[in-house]
């Protein structure tokens, strides 16, 4: 079984632009989850996948490979798609390029569910962790997930789900890390599927997946990470380099 990261990068951000070329301890964000990636020894190997030439110059002087997309992309699974395509891989890890400091454990498991998945049930796999603080459970910033018996998601929200109507009922709530592992096959027809209403009104790819009757088996973590979504995670993350 071949195994490829890949990590989809844009310059632009809504929230916080160029945010994958500030610095991090000397290197750009992008440079240092790259490394990550690599360093976890898990995979055969490891891209960077993007639509901007400043964040492909970074990585390749720095001897990383790097991909230039050739189309505009809507979402990352749209970019890794394109670039995989036509290579020989058998699953493909979406590492996120604002998350450098994932770990081999977390992934490793992803990578798990596909070596005993005998069956061929998973077309993805992802990451969630249990939260517990109110404001994160209510934070749109914070992608919620819910999942059935057999940790496959449901559904996928910024806002709260389960919705508390009724308390002490044993309910966990469950943070997703965007981290995903795909079978290619199961990417290459998100390519070629459109958006739809889920997607569309929550700007949340991995809906798509799910409209199109896509399995996505869920594994729990305590390795949350930390996405650099603001100015404020990149200073908290400059206090861990």
């Known amino acids: 079984m071949k195994i490829i990261a890949v990590i989809p990068a844009r310059y632009a951000s809504t929230r916080f632009p160029a945010k994958l070329m500030q610095d991090l301890g000397g290197k750009p964000v992008i440079l240092r989850t790259y490394e990550a990636a690599l360093h976890t020894g898990l995979f055969d190997e490891v891209f960077v996948v993007t639509d901007s030439v400043i964040i492909y110059d970074a ?38 390029g604002d998350e450098p400091f994932i770990d081999a454990e977390p992934l490793a498991k992803l990578i798990q569910v596909f070596r005993d998945d005998t069956a061929g049930q998973v077309d993805l796999a992802s990451l969630m962790c249990q939260i517990t603080d109110e404001n994160d459970i209510n934070s749109p910033n914070n992608v919620k997930v819910v999942v059935d018996h057999n940790q496959f998601a449901l559904y996928f929200s910024r806002s709260v789900i389960p919705y508390p109507r009724e308390v002490n009922v044993g309910v966990r709530y469950f943070r997703h890390i965007g981290i995903y592992a795909f079978r290619k096959q199961a990417l290459l027809d998100f390519y070629s599927l459109p958006m739809q209403s889920l997607e569309a009104s929550e700007k949340l790819e991995q809906l798509r997946y799910l409209e199109f009757g896509k399995r996505i ?25």
């Not at 990383?64 to 058998?90: L, T």
């Not at 990470?225 to 993350?237: H, N, R, S, V």
Request: net charge negative.
């Open 59 to 96: 990585v390749v002087t720095s001897g990383g490979k790097a991909i230039m997309s050739i189309k505009e992309h809507e979402s990352g699974s749209d970019r890794i798609a394109e670039a995989v395509e036509n290579m020989d891989v058998d699953v493909v890890v979406n590492v996120q």
């Open 217 to 241: 088996r869920m594994v729990e973590t305590t390795h949350a990470g930390i996405g650099i979504d603001t100015p404020e995670d990149l200073e908290k993350a400059r206090g861990m380099v």
